[in-house]
């Protein structure tokens, strides 16, 4: 996810505000694993998190200075707190995915642009699940397992983002390109639906 709006603060808080979404959502995703014992299965989650939520926000990141943008990641605190909330009321079976965003400014703002910057997170994330979902049918055992937790992290991460409500990305992509946005959404689904089922 990501916003438009110039912020001049450090390179340190950056940092710091992506540790701390990251060691969020290790804990949200894996606080399942957790308390019924399957701690094993943790350095996945950790992996998947690394994958789903660093490149997901760096492919945001890239493109917006690709775009001659300005962009940083910031973390939203609040967002930080509903996830630790329903992670530990739901015990793990939902938590809510947005810790924070890229801010991006730039003084040629299109909607075209604002679409492209969006769609490069979910479509990392989508990849990423998608190619793990085709290794884990050649895998077995803890390679198996952490190939499917890995990608159905990284599906989950790509279908919430492409919900058309703001501020997720994927409202950003059904306002500029309702097409481009129906395709990704409808291939998210249909791969969160083919982790449910397999």
């Not at 909330?85 to 938590?95: E, K, M, N, P, W």
């Not at 998608?130 to 055992?141: A, E, K, R, V």
């Amino acid at each position: 996810m990501y916003w438009y709006g110039y912020d001049n603060s450090s390179r340190i808080r950056e940092l710091l505000d992506f540790i701390s979404s990251m060691i969020v959502l290790s804990f949200a995703f894996s606080y399942n694993y957790i308390i019924h014992g399957r701690s094993e299965l943790v350095p996945a989650v950790i992996i998947a998190i690394t994958s789903s939520f660093a490149l997901h926000e760096f492919a945001h990141r890239y493109i917006a200075r690709a775009n001659g943008a300005y962009a940083k990641y910031r973390a939203w605190y609040m967002g930080l707190l509903i996830a630790l909330v329903l992670t530990i009321a739901t015990q793990g079976r939902f938590t809510f995915a947005a810790p924070g965003a890229v801010t991006v400014y730039t003084p040629w703002y299109s909607h075209e642009i604002e679409a492209s910057i969006a769609l490069a997170g979910p479509l990392i994330n989508i990849a990423i699940g998608f190619i793990c979902l085709i290794s884990s049918l050649f895998t077995q055992g803890i390679v198996h397992q952490y190939l499917r937790i890995i990608g159905g992290i990284n599906s989950f991460i790509a279908l919430f983002n492409l919900l058309p409500m703001p501020p997720l990305d994927g409202y950003k992509v059904f306002r500029a390109n309702i097409i481009k946005w129906l395709v990704s959404f409808v291939f998210s689904i249909l791969l969160w639906i083919a982790y449910l089922l397999s």
